[in-house]
Nanobody, 131 residues
């Protein structure tokens, strides 16, 4: 049974940092393109970041949505079968439920896979940025 579990969310002040984790069981994340998405209250889910699969031809390329470039970093820990999203300089507009999704193999696009093509999803972790 495939399971993705996000963790690391919480309440943080503006300018603070959090590291989100997406841990997997039942699949090997190195074989998957992983996306981080977020959904703020009353808004649609949006793509935040991606890391392409580590298998040949994909080579862990990364993608960041413009509003998070320079502040967020996506990475893998193959030994822990986990993908991380390091979030620095957090802003109130980053407040959302953050989800990770997994798409087997290379990305649909050159550096990412869209929401509709993800094979597996976690249940999300809430990030609240507020003073």
């Amino acid at each position: 049974q495939v399971q993705l579990v996000e963790s690391g969310g919480g309440l943080v002040q503006p300018g603070g940092s959090l590291r989100l984790s997406c841990a997997a069981s039942g699949i090997t994340l190195d074989h998957y393109t992983i996306g981080w998405f977020r959904q703020a209250p009353g808004q649609e889910r949006e793509q935040v970041s991606c890391i392409t699969s580590a298998i040949s031809g994909s080579d862990n390329k990364t993608y960041y949505e413009d509003s998070v470039k320079g502040r967020f970093t996506i990475s893998r820990d193959s030994a822990k079968n986990t993908v991380y999203l390091q979030m620095n300089s957090l802003k109130p507009e980053d407040t959302a439920v953050y989800y990770c999704g997994a798409d087997y193999g290379p990305p649909v696009w050159s550096d990412c896979t869209p929401e509709d093509d993800m094979d597996h999803w976690g249940k999300g972790t809430l990030v609240t940025v507020s003073s």
